[in-house]
């Protein structure tokens, strides 16, 4: 029965990372991987979440199952960070989610058994986003995210919410967006918050990327905007990035609603899906995340490695902003995006040309992951740059 199973595509990302590890040349540059690397190349655990696991393992008593919901002390204690301190309590409700992916599958499996059929969204996103709704059985309507010049593309989203009614949901990156790092500004979430109102159109928010983009306050006003205006709206959330924790799958799905019965009904849904998915979520990040955010030095600890992070790259995007024009590529826009990547426009031979020549990895797309780049490093990728297209 097996052989009948059909081929899959093979991972670019883990082909990629294989192609990297195999490259004996010494200065080869990985901008590929998602994660976030420090000017020496390093990905270090952070030291507030060092001192949390510590603590953790002192004093836990128990690996006991913890039930579909996971945490709930962890999900509480996020809820203040991401909705804002004044956020009405009563509207919201999480539960755990192994990373931001699961929290994104839980949001659309929630939204599915709502009605929602049709789900609109931004490309270039997220590759899983697209993958996640196809497996869900819902149809994908798309627009373009970005404009040409690097910056978001309001009329485009304009447009697409104009067709769109009930049984539809808009997918929507909080902040630091991914693959481009173009965020909408808070005056366009001024205009996109009553866009939304009225229309019968669910809200999907997916914030993956909070404190790594102007901070954890700037970082959710976009969420914050929509949800002061919107009687409903699902959430999926990630501490993947900005507690440092990716191995750990450390997430968190809300349901946001003024009507305390379908609030109810959604966590109900929301743990029937995860019973079915993967039962019980991993605790450990989880429960560290919690002690961090339980202890106010070592909140004043995590908050301050997130501030380095942050102004790490922003030094980067800085360096490449004031290259300008590369041949034919405006590096400037790179300077007002925001996050762990951006798109190049750059072809597939000129990709592969940056790899056989330079040795220099990068998704196919384009998509740079900035914390690849040093002070060592930034100058021959840009003459890197400067080859390929000349």
Known sequence: MLEALGA????????????????PRP???????????????????????????????????????????????????????????????????????????????????????????????????????????AAAGLELVTFRHGTAEGTADLDALKAALAEA????????????HNPSGVDYTPAQWDEIAPMLVGR??????????????????????????VLAAVPEALVAYSCDKNFGLYRDRVGAFYAVTGDADALSRAMANGAAIARASWSMPPDHGAAAVRLVLDDAELTKEWLAELDDMRG??????????????????????????NGLFSMLPLSGEQIQALRADHAIYMAGSGRINIAGLTSTNIEPFIEALRAVTA
């Open 8 to 23: 899959q595509p093979a991972d670019a990302l883990l082909g990629l990372i294989k192609l990297y590890n195999a490259d």
């Open 27 to 133: 200065g080869k540059i990985d901008l590929g991987v998602g994660v976030y690397r420090t000017a020496t190349g390093a990905t270090p655990v952070f030291k507030a979440i060092k001192a949390a696991e510590a603590r953790l393992i002192a004093v836990q008593d128990s690996k006991s199952y913890l039930g579909p919901e996971g945490d709930m002390g962890f999900v509480r204690a996020l809820i203040p960070y991401v909705f804002g301190a004044g956020f009405d309590a009563s509207r919201v409700e999480g539960m755990q989610a192994p990373g931001g992916t699961g929290a994104v599958r839980l949001a659309i499996e929630v939204a599915k058994r709502a009605g929602v059929r049709r789900v609109i969204m931004g490309t270039p996103s997220w590759p899983n986003h697209a993958q996640i709704i």
């Open 165 to 176: 009614g009930p049984g539809d949901a808009v997918l929507l990156h909080g902040c630091c």
């Open 200 to 225: 019968a159109v669910l809200p999907l928010i997916d914030l993956a990327y909070q404190g790594l983009g102007a901070g954890m306050e700037a970082d959710a006003y976009g969420l914050r905007t």
């Open 312 to 337: 790490r790259m922003r030094e980067v995007r800085d360096r490449l902003a004031a290259a300008q024009q590369v041949g034919p590529i405006a590096m400037a826009p790179l300077g007002i995006q």
